[in-house]
């Protein structure tokens, strides 16, 4: 029997992926909005978040202060971005301990 991918899951993987990318997100305590001195309202550059619309699911990252965001995978399944963000940290975490195939 197979197991459904949750919304959780997908959210996980994602946070898997910031932590092996992400200094400032770290720093912000894993928060993609925050706010700065004044009250205004900013996102932290870098950061990867779970886009879910039109019953699909898209990794993107967030490119500017102003919340400006790019695609990273296409809109898919859940099933199918949680492969493709499992293959995404296989290539991070490979990356990081520099171990060569």
């Given at each position: 029997?197979?197991?459904?991918?949750?919304?959780?899951?997908?959210?996980?993987?994602?946070?898997?992926?910031?932590?092996?990318?992400?200094?400032?997100?770290?720093?912000?305590?894993?928060?993609?909005?925050?706010?700065?001195?004044?009250?205004?309202?900013?996102?932290?550059?870098?950061?990867?978040?779970?886009?879910?619309?039109?019953?699909?699911?898209?990794?993107?990252?967030?490119?500017?202060?102003?919340g400006?965001?790019?695609?990273?995978?296409?809109?898919?399944?859940?099933?199918?971005?949680k492969?493709?963000?499992?293959?995404?940290?296989?290539?991070?975490?490979?990356?990081?301990?520099k171990?060569?195939?």
């Amino acid at each position: 029997m197979q197991t459904r991918t949750t919304k959780r899951d997908l959210q996980n993987y994602v946070a898997q992926i910031n932590n092996l990318t992400g200094e400032t997100f770290r720093q912000r305590k894993g928060q993609v909005w925050y706010r700065n001195e004044e009250g205004e309202l900013f996102s932290t550059v870098g950061v990867y978040k779970l886009d879910i619309a039109n019953g699909g699911y898209q990794l993107v990252r967030i490119m500017n202060e102003g919340g400006g965001e790019t695609d990273i995978s296409p809109r898919l399944s859940a099933k199918e971005l949680k492969y493709f963000m499992h293959g995404m940290l296989y290539g991070l975490t490979n990356r990081k301990n520099k171990v060569t195939v």
